[in-house]
C-alpha cells in the first residue's frame, strides 16, 4: 500500500491548487478524481467554458450590432455557427484540464482516478479502473459541489436542464427560460440572449443577484431590460412541467397570483450544495452540517483532527478563487505554517458585460451593521475610455467609513470590472483611505479613472470629471 503526506479528494481549483503547495513544501502528495480529466466543475463545468462561451457570443454580437457603428462592414448575413462554437469551448477545455495534468506532473504528484472513499481516517480506497487503498497521514476534502434541483422540477437534460448541460446546447433556445436570476442564470442567459434566444429570468428574490449591493442589482436589471431581457423578479416558481419540447414553468407572484411561461428550454439555476456523496464521512469521524457542508473549524479542520475541507464543500462563497485560497491555507497549515484568509476582500464577479464585481461590504451590510459610512459613486460615461469604446453603462461606488476614510467597500459595473477590482482588493489589503487611492495616478484613458473620481467624490465630494 503506498503512503503519502497528503491526500486530496477532488481535483478542482480547491484540490488542485492544494496538491501544487503540498507538493511545494515537500510533502509526498496524492490527488484522487473521480472524472477522466482534472480541474472540477470550474475548469470542465464552470468558470472556463462558461466564459469561453461569453466571449464568442460577446464577439458575435459586436458583429451583429456595433461593427458597422465602428466603420465594419461585413457583406452577406453573419451567422452563428453553435456547433464550432461549443467545439471551441470543449478545446478551450481541453487544453486547460491537461495544464493541469501537467502541472501534476511537474510537481511530481500521484493522480488517482476513480472514486475516493474514507475506510478510516488514515486510509482511502479509490474505486475506479482498478480499486486501490492508500494511506494518508493527512486528508483534505475537496469534493466540491453540485447544481441545486428543485423537488418539482427534475432534471431531465434535454429540456429541463443545468448549467452543465446549456454549455453544450446543440439549438439555441427559441424561448430559454431560467429559474433564479442569480450569477449562472444572468452569465448563460447573456450568452443564448446574444445568440438570439428569447430569454425570461424568473427570481425569487425582490432583485436580480440579490446577495450583491442593491445599487449594481439596479443598474444590471437596467441594462438587461435595454437588452430584451424579461426579468420577472419577486416570483416564486412552484412548478415546472414538460410536454414533449415545450416547458411550462408556473410561478407565484407578490400578489399571490400564479403566472405561466412557456418555453422550448428552461435552465435551473437556484444555487449549488455541498457534494459528499460515495465518500464515506462517518468512517473517519467527519461531520457534516444540517445543509449537508462539510463542518470545519477556524483552521478549515474537521471533526477528525487530521483531516481538512476547502472550496465549496464546506461553508462560504462558492467561487473557484475562494477554494484556491482555502487550498493553500490547508497545505500551509499542515506544514506547520500560520497562514491567513480575510474573507471579506474575496471578491465576487458576475461576467456578463458590463461586468459586474464587489469587494468589502455592501451598504445594505453597513447600515444592519450600524457602521457611518460616506458614498463615493463615479459613471463610466463620464470617461473618455468609455466613450472610446462606447461602454457607457455602470459606475464605480466606494463606501469608506465616514470618520476615518477607510475604504469598506467598493462595488463597480462596468466595462472590464472583473479586472478593475484587483485594485479595491489590494486598496483594502493595506487598509488604504479613499484619499490614498484618490492621490494615486491612474493611466488615462482607463476604466481605472473611475476608481479615482470615485474615490476623489468620496473623500472630498471633488471628482474632477463630472
Ligand atoms: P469542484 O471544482 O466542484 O471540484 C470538486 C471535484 O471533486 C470534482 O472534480 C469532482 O468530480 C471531485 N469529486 C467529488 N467527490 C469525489 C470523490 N468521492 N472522489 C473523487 N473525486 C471526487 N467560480 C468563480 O470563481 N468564477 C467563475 O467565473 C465561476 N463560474 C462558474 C460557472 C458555472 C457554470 C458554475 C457551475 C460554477 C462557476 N463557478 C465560478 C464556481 C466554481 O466552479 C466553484 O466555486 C469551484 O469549482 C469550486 O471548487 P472546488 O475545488 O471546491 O470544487
Ligand atoms: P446563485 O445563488 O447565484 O443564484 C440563485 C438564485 O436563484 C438566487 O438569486 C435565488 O434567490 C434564486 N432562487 C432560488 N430558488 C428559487 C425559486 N424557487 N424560484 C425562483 N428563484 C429562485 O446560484 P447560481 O447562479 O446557481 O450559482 C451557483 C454558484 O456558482 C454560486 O454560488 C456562484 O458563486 C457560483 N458561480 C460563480 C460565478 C462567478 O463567480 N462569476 C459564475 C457562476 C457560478
Redesign the pocket.
Given at each position: 500500500m503506498k503512503s503519502y503526506d497528503v491526500a486530496i479528494i477532488g481535483s478542482g481549483p480547491g484540490g488542485y491548487v492544494a496538491a501544487i503547495r503540498c507538493a511545494q513544501l515537500g510533502m509526498k502528495t496524492a490527488i484522487i478524481e473521480k472524472y477522466s480529466t482534472l480541474g472540477g466543475t470550474c475548469l470542465n463545468v464552470?468558470?472556463i467554458p462558461?466564459k469561453a462561451l461569453l466571449d464568442s457570443s460577446h464577439h458575435y454580437e459586436d458583429a451583429v450590432k456595433h461593427f458597422e457603428t465602428h466603420g465594419i462592414e461585413i457583406p452577406g448575413e453573419i451567422k452563428v455557427n453553435l456547433e464550432k462554437m461549443i467545439g471551441r469551448k470543449q478545446a478551450v477545455v481541453d487544453q486547460t484540464t491537461g495544464g493541469i495534468d501537467f502541472l501534476m506532473s511537474k510537481n511530481k504528484i500521484d493522480v488517482y482516478h476513480g472514486i475516493g472513499a474514507f475506510k478510516d481516517a488514515t486510509h482511502i480506497t479509490i474505486t475506479g479502473d482498478k480499486k486501490d487503498v492508500i494511506e494518508a497521514k493527512h486528508t483534505i476534502i475537496a469534493t466540491g459541489s453540485k447544481p441545486t434541483t428543485?423537488p418539482f422540477a427534475a432534471i431531465d437534460k434535454e429540456r429541463i436542464i443545468s448549467s452543465t448541460e446549456a454549455l453544450k446546447l446543440k439549438e439555441i433556445p427559441k424561448h430559454l427560460m431560467i429559474?433564479?436570476?442569480?450569477?449562472?442564470?444572468l452569465?448563460l442567459g447573456q450568452v443564448y440572449k446574444r445568440l438570439g434566444s428569447d430569454v425570461t429570468v424568473?427570481?425569487?428574490?425582490d432583485r436580480i443577484i440579490?446577495t450583491m449591493d442593491s445599487g449594481l442589482s439596479k443598474e444590471l436589471n437596467k441594462v438587461f431590460r435595454k437588452q430584451k431581457f424579461n426579468i420577472n423578479v419577486s416570483?416564486?416558481?412552484t412548478s415546472v412541467v414538460r410536454n414533449g419540447d415545450e416547458v411550462t414553468v408556473t410561478?407565484e407572484n407578490k400578489k399571490g397570483e400564479l403566472v405561466k411561461f412557456n418555453g422550448d428550454y428552461c435552465l435551473v439555476?437556484?444555487?449549488?450544495s455541498p457534494f459528499t456523496a460515495g465518500l464515506n464521512a462517518e468512517s473517519a469521524g467527519v461531520n457534516l452540517s444540517d445543509r449537508g457542508q462539510v463542518e470545519v473549524n477556524g483552521k478549515l479542520q474537521t471533526s477528525a483532527s487530521n483531516i481538512y475541507a476547502i472550496g465549496d464543500v464546506v461553508k462560504g462563497?462558492?467561487?473557484a478563487h475562494k477554494a484556491e485560497e482555502e487550498g493553500v491555507f490547508v497545505a500551509e497549515t499542515i506544514a506547520g505554517q500560520k497562514p491567513h484568509i480575510d474573507y471579506n476582500l474575496i471578491p465576487?464577479?458576475?461576467?456578463t458585460w458590463p461586468e459586474v464585481a464587489s469587494v468589502g461590504k455592501t451598504e445594505e451590510q453597513l447600515k444592519e451593521l450600524g457602521v457611518e459610512y460616506k458614498v463615493g459613486q463615479f459613471p463610466m460615461r463620464a470617461l473618455g475610455r468609455s466613450r472610446a469604446s462606447m461602454d457607457l453603462d455602470g459606475f464605480v461606488k466606494i463606501l469608506a467609513d465616514k470618520s476615518t476614510d477607510e475604504v469598506l467597500g467598493v462595488h463597480m459595473i462596468g466595462a472590464r470590472c472583473a479586472d478593475l477590482i484587483s485594485e479595491a482588493v489590494v486598496a483594502m489589503e493595506f487598509r488604504a483611505s479613499a484619499e490614498d487611492i484618490s492621490r494615486m495616478s491612474h493611466a488615462h484613458p482607463t476604466f481605472s479613472e473611475a476608481i479615482k473620481e470615485a474615490a476623489l467624490a468620496a473623500t472630498e465630494d471633488r471628482a474632477l470629471h463630472i
Open positions: 464552470g468558470c462558461s428543485l429559474i433564479g436570476g442569480g450569477v449562472i442564470g452569465e424568473i427570481e425569487y428574490m440579490p416570483h416564486k416558481v410561478a439555476s437556484v444555487g449549488r462563497a462558492m467561487l465576487g464577479v458576475v461576467y
